[in-house]
């Protein structure tokens, strides 16, 4: 609420009779010449001015925005609602009952924790596929989802009806951040404060880091980490510094050919190697108009892939056609219109903005391209793709005799190409997937035989597509892709081709809308005929949900160590994401996952390879079967309406008969089960006084971790299946839980104890204090010689010696998904500080919040230049300065070997603003938010 107005600003719009509350931008001097997102945070501080935290100052501050400074003033951003998705809300709701507890132990009314910015959660992050290829999958996939997480479920119908402006959309109805497009998202705000219609900006923090895709609408937002995410929830305002905004600059058309996916992926590889981390991304120019609403959220959704905060489309007639479309109410269409003109929200492309860079793409110049095996940003033009896998196998595979390339040949001699039989898709036949003739670590390895139980026969080898998966909100939001896919498929089955047997086929559109105009087009049959059918309404394959392979493909792929490819229409395809029997994955448009499930291999070259033969044994290549744009459109037109999304989205908070039959508790304080092994009582706030403990400084640490670079938060965080001989897997068999039913990390987000053991056991993650290791090892200095042991395990007993715990790392460290257990994880192990030369931002502000130190190496210093080996002792003076309500640029870092030898370096102190660092001193935001609240 505003208690101040310095500039004056505060006005009314009348739309259609209407009176609205709204603070006008004009009032400010500099405002008219801003881009359109800091627009949006400067109408933010003008309506929340309280003369304390957001002062006058700070207005005029971005109002007089310099592009070409360097971030220096920090901003306090009130963000108009919180957005989740289940994996990331689950620990957020745990963590609200459990404040509220604490609130009452500290003599508090438990009832004052409550959202006080609208919060909504889409549950979309459970399903998985584990049936596939059949009509009753969609079905059976949502069974076995309700009995994996019925407790879950319960939980969270219980903080539906227990915290006010807390709405949840029961699972099965589809992707958080395509239902935000299409549903959730007001594009304009209006709320009654102090008995006046107040409108404003929609803007959004959410807790994953492809809530950007709602920045296509013109709807400034991004991902938080949950901590930060019930930090807002709570009215806490996210601490920022007014960002650099990178202008791009958008003309031309997509050429026939490519599609909105390769656009995509051709900007990511451009804004990553020009270099936005921590910057906006502002989209302007003539050629904006031209870009469809989906084009610009499948954009908008690719910014954690290129580094940004944000990438912002302003808004427009195409914005508002996609409002009307999507069954948004006249109200509410004409208040955006009339609100963006008045404040000048509304694109003008003749009007010179400021902007710090600048980047141009010409969309005629982007070619079909795929992206991997490993980084989204590492692009591979489709014309390349044989060549480039070719290069990539070396990484994965082993060879004492020849080259891969020699071998590969041998496999497929250009004069004798193998020959596929086409009828369904259990037909025998044999085919070499991709080969190399060795096999990891030197053995000869000719193709595999594999007899499936239901009869089919095929040779596996190196790079056999295993999973063809279109799924993510990325694409499945976008009908242009879509259906291109879908024509692809009839095209494909009218010449006679099938998908090759060893592929593992799904589809997991992001709402039910998908569907809808599958079945209004006719289109649905032909999917299915290659083994394409609806799985589930959900992330699934994207974000590690694939389900198993086929039993047989997977014991053949790990008793031979083939290195099998994934092939998705997603947005991440770091390693060990997909499946762990996967160790390529690759991104593609939804027509070329059809295309490579009908290839089998990635050593294939859609130019001269051809896919099979027709009829009359003529063969066919993908220029024979990939759609016209025209029939694309057509088909978009003729097959998509309004009354599809008002149909789709009624009473979607309401739920199925699953969700309508949970059995649900009741009361202000949630009833903890003890012997849950889904949702417990997390520790962050046992043993908390009202008032912070001093910090201090760290003596005698040890390293848990010596990193690399590009360490994700998939590496760090628990994501997808894990095994019974992990910390993990023992501690639910301890627990009674048979293996069976262990479910996905993701799905016991709500269980600290089976996080922590997670933490840093990615089966990829490479630990330099042990030699040619993967996963989660370390060595255990609490023994003689520090033997090799499990982190987790390692970790208690540095907790038992009272020994705090440092993690060493390269660049980048922390970047893809917004994951809160990467920091929550880190500080429940006993880490206190993390050094390394990078940080993606939103993993550095989560460790803050978290009460663990984020230090940075001096420029062009690292682990390897300063010759530290992980097997020293740290110490880290400076720290208590924070106490005195100062900030210190650098802390003094020394490390002692083993042999009694010392080395000393200034480390930057990546604490970046004031908030973060009261904080930390509070030992994390979730205890400073809960003494503001008891105090």
């Known amino acids: 609420m505003s208690t101040v107005d310095s500039f004056g600003s505060k006005g009314v719009l009348n739309v259609a009779g209407t009176d609205y509350e709204i603070f006008r931008l004009n009032s400010v001097e500099g405002a008219d010449s801003l881009p359109f997102s800091l627009k949006v945070l400067l109408e933010n501080l003008l309506r929340t001015e309280d003369g304390a935290n957001i002062t006058a100052d700070h207005v005029r501050a971005l109002a007089g925005w310099d592009p070409n400074a360097e971030p220096d003033t920090e901003i306090q951003f009130t963000p108009a609602r919180v957005i989740m998705q289940d994996f990331t809300g689950v620990p957020c709701v745990v963590d609200l009952a459990t404040m ?428 299915e005929k290659l083994g394409f059918y609806i799985v589930g309404y959900g992330c699934a394959t994207c974000i590690g949900n694939s389900g198993p392979l086929e039993p047989e493909i997977s014991e053949a792929i790990q008793a031979n160590d083939l290195s099998v490819t994934a092939v998705l229409s997603g947005n991440r395809n770091f390693e060990g994401r997909i499946n762990p029997d996967v160790k390529m994955n690759y991104l593609a448009s939804p027509p070329l996952v059809i295309a490579y499930a009908l290839a089998g291999t990635m050593d294939f070259d859609f130019e001269t390879d051809a896919l099979g033969t027709d009829s009359e044994g003529n063969e066919v290549f993908l220029k024979d079967i990939w759609p016209n744009p025209t029939e694309v459109q057509e088909v978009i037109d003729s097959s998509i309406d309004e009354g599809m999304f008002v149909k789709g989205y009624e009473g979607v908070f309401e739920g199925d008969e699953r969700w309508k039959a949970l059995d649900t508790p009741a009361g202000d304080t949630f009833a903890w089960a003890e012997d849950s092994t889904y949702v417990r009582k997390p520790p962050y706030f046992e043993g908390m006084k009202a008032q912070p403990d001093p910090v201090q400084d760290i003596t005698g640490a040890r390293v848990l971790l010596k990193l690399g670079d590009s360490v994700t938060t998939d590496h760090i965080s628990p994501a997808g299946s894990f095994k019974s001989d992990t910390p993990a897997g023992q501690y639910l068999l301890a627990n009674g839980v048979e293996r069976k039913d262990f479910n996905s990390y993701g799905s016991r987000r709500g269980n600290h104890e089976v996080m922590i053991r997670g933490t840093f056991a990615n089966i990829r993650i490479k630990n330099q204090l042990l030699d040619g290791v993967e996963g989660g090892f370390t060595r255990d200095f609490t023994q003689d010689g520090g033997p090799q042991a499990y982190v987790y395990d390692a970790a208690q007993n540095y907790q038992a010696a009272g020994t705090p715990l440092v993690v060493l790392a390269g660049k980048e460290y922390g970047s893809g998904s917004s994951r809160d257990w990467a920091a929550k994880g880190t500080a429940l192990l006993g880490v206190k500080a993390v050094i390394a030369e990078s940080y993606e931002r939103i993993h550095r502000s989560n460790l803050i919040g978290m009460g663990v130190l984020p230090l940075q190496f001096p420029a062009g210093e690292s682990a390897a230049t300063l010759g530290l080996t992980g097997t020293e002792t740290f110490s880290v003076e400076g720290v208590t300065e924070l106490n005195n309500g100062t900030t210190p640029k650098t802390l003094k870092v020394t490390a002692t070997a083993e042999d009694g030898s010392s080395k000393s370096f200034d480390a930057v102190l990546r604490i970046d603003t004031p908030g973060e660092a009261d904080y930390y001193r509070n030992g994390g935001i979730l205890q400073y938010v809960l003494r503001q609240i008891s105090a």
């Open 100 to 527: 509220r507890e604490a609130v009452k132990e500290l003599g508090g009314d438990p009832k004052r924790v409550n959202p006080l910015a609208p919060a909504e959660m889409v549950i979309d992050h459970s399903v998985q596929i584990d049936a596939f290829g059949n009509a009753g999958a969609l079905e059976r996939n949502m069974e076995i989802e309700y009995q994996r997480n019925g407790e879950r479920y319960q939980f969270l119908r219980w903080g539906q009806t227990a915290f006010d402006d807390f709405k949840v959309v029961p699972p099965g109805t589809g992707i958080v951040h395509q239902v935000n497009i299409e549903y959730l998202a007001r594009t304009v705000m209006t709320r009654e404060v102090d008995g006046a219609l107040r409108a404003y900006p929609d803007t959004c923090v959410g807790t994953d880091s492809h809530t950007t895709m709602v920045n296509g609408l013109g709807v400034l937002g991004w991902g938080v980490g949950g901590i930060e995410a019930e930090a807002a929830m709570l009215g806490q305002p996210v601490s920022m510094l007014i960002p650099r905004v990178v202008g791009f600059k958008l003309s031309g058309s997509i050429p026939a050919g490519a599609t909105a996916t390769d656009v995509v992926l051709t900007i990511t590889e451009m804004l990553r190697k020009h270099g936005v981390v921590g910057k906006f991304v502002e989209f302007y120019g003539e050629g904006v108009a031209a870009v469809p609403l989906a084009n610009r959220a499948t954009i908008g959704n690719m910014s954690p892939e290129f580094g940004s905060t944000a990438a912002m489309f302003p808004i427009d007639d195409v914005t508002l056609d996609y409002l009307r479309l999507t069954g948004r109410s006249q109200e509410n269409i004409a208040l955006v219109e009339a609100y963006a003109k008045e404040q000048g929200l509304w694109h003008d492309p003749s009007r010179e903005l400021r902007f710090s860079e600048f980047l141009e793409l010409d969309l005629s110049t982007v070619v079909p391209s795929i992206s991997g095996p490993k980084r989204p940003q590492d692009r591979i033009e489709l014309s390349d793709a044989k060549e480039q896998f070719r290069k990539d196998i070396h990484n994965y595979v082993t060879i004492e005799d020849g080259s891969v390339d020699e071998a590969l040949d041998e496999s497929f001699p250009a004069s004798d190409a193998p020959s596929f039989t086409h009828a369904d898709s259990h037909t025998t036949e044999t085919a070499r997937a991709a080969s190399a003739a060795n096999g990891a670590n030197g053995r000869p390895s000719s193709p595999v035989q594999v007899k499936t139980a239901d009869g089919r026969e095929f040779e596996l080898d190196h790079g056999a597509v295993s999973i063809a998966s279109i799924t993510s909100c990325t694409n499945t939001s976008n009908p242009s892709v879509m259906l291109a896919a879908a024509l692809l498929a009839r095209n494909a089955v009218d010449k006679g081709l099938t998908s090759k047997p060893w592929v593992k086929t799904s589809v997991a559109p992001g709402s039910k809308v998908v569907t809808d105009y599958y079945e209004k087009s006719g289109l649905t049959p032909y999917l």
